[in-house]
């Protein structure tokens, strides 16, 4: 053998030790890989939401309720061993980052499941890409027709749908007022959401012998003038609102300004203390919101004094009563009881089969149970209207969720 | 019917020429289109809940504070950010007022959070009745405090020494130069009182709504008005809000809240191609 065969010997010996010892590392790293997101003491659970942008003011305090319970579980040792590690992507109301940052979820770095969604025209976008993917969305933030219709073993509504709001809005004031043939008028911004909500409010009220007039206004809108002038036309016996918290807010005060005393109710969304409080006591008295969620400190069952006082604790008790960080914290509750159910090795699969079997989330009295089966994912479908006690600066229910079961039909 | 649409027009036509009337005078002045015309207004309405809601400071001391805050916020631009890309390409400023309204905004979330903060002033908030036409005291309020301001500004431009060399500094920057005029400081001033006249447009609207980051968009309405009125005209500035204030709720009262802005673009793009210096603005000519 010479000295060069020799030496190529050992070099070609040298670059197989390498190379075994850079294929047993990647085999070793490959068995460590994330499987699903699921890691030895981590679970990691993907968020998609409007962290800034137009509707950031609603989505990040949803965020901060599901990072909270998240926390809370987190403080209490995990599940089944492991902590729950939040992975919240901002999708700053544009579907197409919306899009990469599903798709880094789905792949790069991967999740368990995801929540939130809150974009509609996103989820519309992404809606057959989820329904035939791997990874299911738990506790979405908005529900559109395109994610939820048909029935998904994928998706999981987390939050109040604007059906069920009509129909419990409605059916409650006509119940209340003693009307016959209710006179409703919907007033909302000029969306498609708006016009679909008083597609349901008609038909509710249809339905119940009424009928309902449409009339919109600008997002942007810094005085209602038109709109009330034509209310006064109209004279509705209660009048809906759909909009963003500038909507409800020169609504009532339009109203009040012109004198006119109509009950009005808001859609969730427009659940918030501020708006209140912007509204003034006087021009907030005929207002209310319709909720499947009641917000933090607004009574004393075990769920609510939970999340009061957990708030409370870590600085958040602005935000308690703000209805989208209930409806965060619920969302959390709801992928914690998945996750739970899975046990001690949990991947997508196995979630999805679990959850596809159907499950209840028991909010302990935030919202009347939730329960999902293989045919119905809709979710909180119990409301109840909530007003705002500005002796106390707290918000106050008008009765509880069993009295408008009724309603949910 | 049509005195209330009207009124309630003019209104908010006011509060809009408040903020034309800002965004005029920094133009005017330094030649820069400010597109963080509209966190301005939010800022103002920040201001505002700082002043009332956080330090609870009294109403006149409120009121100080927010126009000290705001103008101080305007100069403290102009040093730090516009004087040193002065010279530069137009495109460049209007890049970095774009990317200031951007970093605002932010700013403002992380300190006073996601969630928008309820304003509540001592300004009388009842109803006046004229005739049949009824107006919310605020809105007058609005009105008369955006006219004062503006008449109040009108007259510092056209009789006193500082307005007639911010003047001619925006007339002819070379010969007021040359005149021995320090430009950067009534750069400076132009910058203070047209982030003032945002604030108190901001502190408004905080109040008729509610003070959010929203706002901005609201602010930004005083774009079409400045352009119909004349980009480097003062009065044409206050005209043109108050016609977009008028034509926005006459639209949505007789057409549809859409169409508001509908007929003000449209009216804002024949001005552009028959009048491009706007209604009250003057044709410049330039020696070939």
Not at chain 1, 235 to 249: E, Q, R, W
Not at chain 2, 77 to 86: D, G
Not at chain 2, 172 to 198: D, F, K, P, Y
Request: charged share 15%; hydrophobic share 45%; with cysteine.
């Amino acid at each position: 053998m010479t000295a060069s065969t020799l030496a190529f010997s050992h070099q070609a010996r040298h670059w197989g030790l390498l190379l075994s010892a850079t294929l047993c590392s990647l085999t070793a790293w490959g068995q460590d890989a994330p499987q699903d997101g699921v890691y030895k003491d981590r679970i990691d659970w993907g968020v998609l939401m409007d962290m800034s942008g137009p509707t950031s003011a609603s989505q990040g305090i949803w965020v901060h309720g599901f990072r909270d319970h998240m926390r809370k579980i987190n403080e209490a040792g995990g599940i089944n061993g492991r902590k729950i590690n939040v992975l919240a992507e901002d999708n700053r109301f544009n579907p197409a980052t919306d899009k990469i940052a599903f798709e880094k979820l789905v792949s790069q770095t991967p999740v368990i499941a995801i929540s939130g969604m809150g974009t509609s025209v996103s989820q519309v976008a992404l809606a057959p890409t989820i329904k035939a993917g791997k990874v299911p969305i738990v506790g979405t933030y908005t529900a559109t027709k395109a994610l939820s219709e048909p029935v998904s073993p994928m998706v999981y509504n987390g939050f109040c749908g604007y059906k069920q709001m009509a129909q419990a809005g409605v059916g409650y004031h006509v119940d209340k007022l003693k009307l016959k043939s209710a006179k409703v008028v919907t007033l909302a911004i000029e969306t498609a959401g708006g016009k679909e909500y008083h597609d349901y409010v008609a038909e509710a009220v249809g339905k119940l012998g009424g009928s309902a007039s449409h009339l919109t206004v600008k997002v942007t809108a810094v005085d209602m003038t038109p709109q009330i002038l034509e209310i006064m036309k109209l004279k509705p016996d209660f009048i809906t609102v759909y909009g963003v918290s500038n909507t409800a807010i020169l609504t009532m005060k339009g109203l009040a300004q012109y004198g006119l005393n109509i009950p009005t109710f808001g859609i969730t969304y427009l659940g918030a203390p501020q708006i209140f409080q912007s509204m003034g006591s006087a021009a907030a008295a005929n207002y209310k919101f319709i909720s499947c969620f009641t917000p933090g400190g607004a009574d004393q069952t075990p769920g609510n004094k939970a999340l009061s006082q957990y708030a409370d604790t870590i600085g958040r008790g602005d935000m308690k009563q703000d209805i989208n960080y209930v409806a965060g914290w619920i969302s959390a509750q709801m992928a914690a009881e998945a996750l739970t159910k899975l046990g001690k090795n949990p991947t997508r699969a196995r979630l999805i089969e679990t959850l596809s079997k159907g499950f209840t989330v028991n909010t302990q009295g935030l919202t009347a149970p939730i329960t999902y089966t293989p045919t119905n994912n809709t979710g909180p479908v119990v409301f109840k209207l909530i007003g705002y006690d500005f002796a106390v600066n707290k918000f106050k229910a008008y009765g509880e969720f069993a009295d408008y079961e009724k309603y949910a039909r | 019917m049509f005195e209330q649409v009207f009124f309630s027009g003019l209104a908010l036509g006011s509060i809009y020429g408040l903020v034309a009337l800002g965004f005029a005078v920094i133009f005017k002045a330094t030649d820069v289109f400010n597109f963080a015309q509209g966190m301005f207004v939010v800022c103002g309405a920040y201001f505002a809940v700082t002043a009332i809601s956080i330090l609870q400071l009294p109403f006149p001391l409120a009121i100080l504070f927010i126009i000290g805050a705001a103008a101080l916020l305007g100069v403290l631009i102009h040093m730090v950010l516009i004087q040193p890309l002065s010279g530069r390409p137009m495109l460049s400023v209007i890049m970095l007022t774009i990317a200031l309204s951007i970093a605002l905004r932010a700013f403002i979330e992380i300190v006073f959070g996601p969630q928008g903060r309820s304003l509540a002033t001592p300004m009388p908030t009842g109803v006046l009745m004229l005739g049949e036409v009824r107006i919310s005291y605020l809105h007058l309020t609005a009105a008369l405090v955006s006219w004062v301001c503006m008449a109040g500004f009108g007259l510092f431009f056209r009789f006193t020494s500082v307005g007639l060399l911010m003047r001619a500094c925006a007339d002819n920057h070379e010969a007021v130069v040359v005149s021995g005029v320090n430009v950067n400081t009534m750069n400076r001033l132009a910058w203070g009182i047209g982030s003032t006249l945002a604030a108190v447009g901001g502190v408004f609207l905080g109040q008729l709504q509610i003070a959010s980051t929203e706002l901005e968009g609201i602010g930004l309405l005083a774009l079409p008005a400045v352009v119909i009125g004349g980009m480097q005209s003062i009065p044409g500035a206050i005209i043109g809000g108050l016609l977009v204030g008028i034509i926005e709720q006459m639209a949505a009262t007789y057409i549809s809240p859409k169409s508001s802005d509908i007929v003000i673009y449209v009216l804002l793009l024949l001005i552009l191609m028959v009048r491009p210096w706007g209604l009250f603005g003057q044709r410049e000519l330039g020696r070939v």
